[in-house]
């Protein structure tokens, strides 16, 4: 019962507060898709087949790991403006009885619900992407381009890992 009431009153803020969600539900879709698509170009064996696709991949993942702290820098910071914006809404459900714990339970349905958006999200975008991105990095290092659109399994495990992991924290 309470399960339903507080993923109702979660999802309600967010749909309310709007204007207060959507920047962290961009950024949040940004940078999966950026992770994404770094970590599935990395993996990728069309890459390893060329010349220097070993120096490819190990600069690919090297970017994957300074988007992946930037992530966690510009998530942390947006989650920290997002919960300064509702400090008073949150004191309203404090002053209207409603517990710590009540308070928590509404907390983690939105922190799931923004979870599944923006990883969903990006990852949708990315998988979108991937073709146009392995194509511009094809053409600029003057390689014959691939037939094909290859998208890796592991990529989308470890995105959904690392970044259900930091919405968690």
Not at 16 to 21: A, E, G, I, P, V
Not at 31 to 59: C, H, K, R, Y
Not at 74 to 90: A, C, G, H, I, V
Request: no cysteine; charged share 10%.
């Amino acid at each position: 019962m309470r399960g339903t009431i507080y993923s109702r009153l979660a999802w309600t803020n967010i749909r309310k507060n709007r204007k207060t969600y959507l920047p962290y539900m961009v950024s949040a879709i940004g940078m999966v898709m950026m992770f994404f698509l770094t970590i599935n170009l990395s993996m990728d064996p069309q890459v390893a087949t060329f010349e220097e696709g070993n120096w490819m991949q190990l600069i690919l993942r090297l970017g994957a790991i300074v988007i992946g702290l930037f992530s966690v820098i510009f998530l942390f910071y947006t989650n920290s403006f997002l919960m300064k914006r509702r400090q008073k809404e949150l004191g309203l459900y404090s002053v209207l009885g409603m517990s710590k714990t009540n308070i928590a339970g509404i907390m983690v349905f939105e922190a799931l619900y923004i979870a599944l958006i923006g990883i969903g999200g990006g990852l949708a975008v990315g998988i979108l992407l991937t073709k146009l991105v392995s194509l511009a990095l094809f053409r600029l290092m003057r390689l014959p381009v691939p037939f094909g659109f290859s998208v890796q399994p592991i990529a989308i495990i470890i995105v959904v890992l690392f970044f259900a992991g930091l919405i968690l924290l």
